[in-house]
Nanobody, 124 residues
Framework: EVQLVESGGDSVEVGGSLTLSCAAS????????MGWFRQTPGKEREHVGV????????YYSNSAKGRFIVSRDRAKNTLNLELNSLKFEDTGMYYC?????????????????WGQGTQVTVTS
């Protein structure tokens, strides 16, 4: 099992930038998928940016595309999420997750390791 700890959440003004980091212990690199997810009150958890580990290919939600960048640092065993041009609707709890089984990296329910989350609040 992979243990994940997120950091970097903060309050930031609209239009600003923020970088989240997810530190992993365990077999992070052997996971099939790694990614960042967001949850806001009353809504289901949704993917923001995920990476297919075998390919290194990132996939983004429509709302994140062009603004967010997900990347991994193999030396530090971290997964990072760079958030740019932040909007009010980006406010939420951001979670890092890993999926150990083969399948779609966009299937939120299939991820089996989750961090505790880090809060991002976009203000005026």
């Amino acid at each position: 099992e992979v243990q994940l700890v997120e950091s970097g959440g903060d309050s930031v003004e609209v239009g600003g930038s923020l970088t989240l980091s997810c530190a992993a212990s365990g077999f992070f690199e052997t996971s099939q998928c790694m990614g960042w997810f967001r949850q806001t009150p009353g809504k289901e958890r949704e993917h923001v940016g995920v990476i297919v580990t075998t390919l290194g290919t990132p996939y983004y939600s429509n709302s994140a595309k062009g603004r967010f960048i997900v990347s991994r640092d193999r030396a530090k065993n971290t997964l990072n999420l760079e958030l740019n041009s932040l909007k009010f609707e980006d406010t939420g709890m951001y979670y890092c997750a890993a999926r150990s089984t083969v399948g779609s990296c966009l299937d939120v329910s299939a991820y089996d390791s989750w961090g505790q989350g880090t809060q991002v609040t976009v203000t005026s």
